[in-house]
T-cell receptor, first 114, second 114 residues
Framework: AQSVAQPEDQVNVAEGNPLTVKCTYSVSGNPYLFWYVQYPNRGLQFLLKYITGDNLVKGSYGFEAEFNKSQTSFHLKKPSALVSDSALYFCAVRRSGGYNKLIFGAGTRLAVHP | EADIYQTPRYLVIGTGKKITLECSQTMGHDKMYWYQQDPGMELHLIHYSYGVNSTEKGDLSSESTVSRIRTEHFPLTLESARPSHTSQYLC?????????????FGPGTRLTVL
C-alpha cells in the first residue's frame, strides 16, 4: 500500500536552533517526494521536492530535505529556525499510476519559540 | 506564488443552497485537483482532471461535482449544501514546463454551511 507517515503531530524548537520534521513513505518504484508548508487560512506552498540526483535537496526559505532510500525517509531540516517558520508542514509522495496524484501525510505543526 | 485563484475565500450559507466554488489558473496546466481539508488536518483528494472534458472522482467520496470545459477553469458545485460539507476546499494544478510534477495550490475556500 502506498502511504506517507509523519510521526510527530507537533515539533517544538527554540528560535536559532536546528529543526527536523520527519517523514517516511511507502510507494512502489522510485519515489517522487515533496514538502509543502501551510500558514493559517492559506493554501499549501511548495517548499522542495526530490525526484532524482543528490540525496540532499535545497528548497525555499532555507529549508532542505534529505532523502534516505534505505530508511524510506525524507526528513525536512533547517539549520536555524525562525519564529516565522511556525506553520503546518505536509510531506507528500506521488502515487504510481499516473495523473500526478499525491498522497499527503497528516501534517506536522511546527512551533518555533522566541 | 503560483498563479492559481479561488473565489470566494470565505462563504457562509444555509442548508439546501446550491453553491459553486471557483478555481482558475493561468499557467496552462493540464491537470487540476480539488482537495477537502478540515482545519489543520490532512488533505483528501475529492476530484481531479487531466484535461478538458476529463474528470475523475478522488479518494474521498464527495457529493460535489466538477466540470472542466476550459483548461484554466475547474469549478466545484454542491447542488444542496449541508452542514457536513463545512470544510476548507483547496484547488491545485500541475503540468507543463520544468515543474510538471509539482502541484501548486490556490488560497482555498473556507465553506460554512449553517
Amino acid at each position: 500500500a502506498q502511504s506517507v507517515a509523519q510521526p510527530e503531530d507537533q515539533v517544538n524548537v527554540a528560535e536559532g536552533n536546528p529543526l527536523t520534521v520527519k517523514c517516511t513513505y511507502s510507494v512502489s518504484g522510485n519515489p517522487y517526494l515533496f514538502w509543502y508548508v501551510q500558514y493559517p487560512n492559506r493554501g499549501l506552498q511548495f517548499l522542495l521536492k526530490y525526484i532524482t540526483g543528490d540525496n540532499l535537496v535545497k528548497g525555499s526559505y532555507g529549508f532542505e530535505a534529505e532523502f534516505n532510500k534505505s530508511q524510506t525517509s525524507f526528513h525536512l531540516k533547517k539549520p536555524s529556525a525562525l519564529v516565522s517558520d511556525s506553520a503546518l508542514y505536509f510531506c507528500a509522495v506521488r502515487r504510481s499510476g499516473g495523473y500526478n496524484k499525491l498522497i499527503f501525510g497528516a501534517g506536522t505543526r511546527l512551533a518555533v519559540h522566541p | 506564488e503560483a498563479d492559481i485563484y479561488q473565489t470566494p475565500r470565505y462563504l457562509v450559507i444555509g442548508t439546501g443552497k446550491k453553491i459553486t466554488l471557483e478555481c482558475s489558473q493561468t499557467m496552462g496546466h493540464d491537470k487540476m485537483y480539488w482537495y477537502q481539508q478540515d482545519p489543520g488536518m490532512e488533505l483528501h483528494l475529492i476530484h481531479y482532471s487531466y484535461g478538458v472534458n476529463s474528470t475523475e472522482k478522488g479518494d474521498l467520496s464527495s457529493e460535489s461535482t466538477v466540470s472542466r470545459i476550459r483548461t484554466e477553469h475547474f469549478p466545484l458545485t454542491l447542488e444542496s449544501a449541508r452542514p457536513s460539507h463545512t470544510s476548507q476546499y483547496l484547488c491545485a494544478s500541475s503540468g507543463r514546463g520544468a515543474h510538471t510534477d509539482t502541484q501548486y495550490f490556490g488560497p482555498g475556500t473556507r465553506l460554512t454551511v449553517l
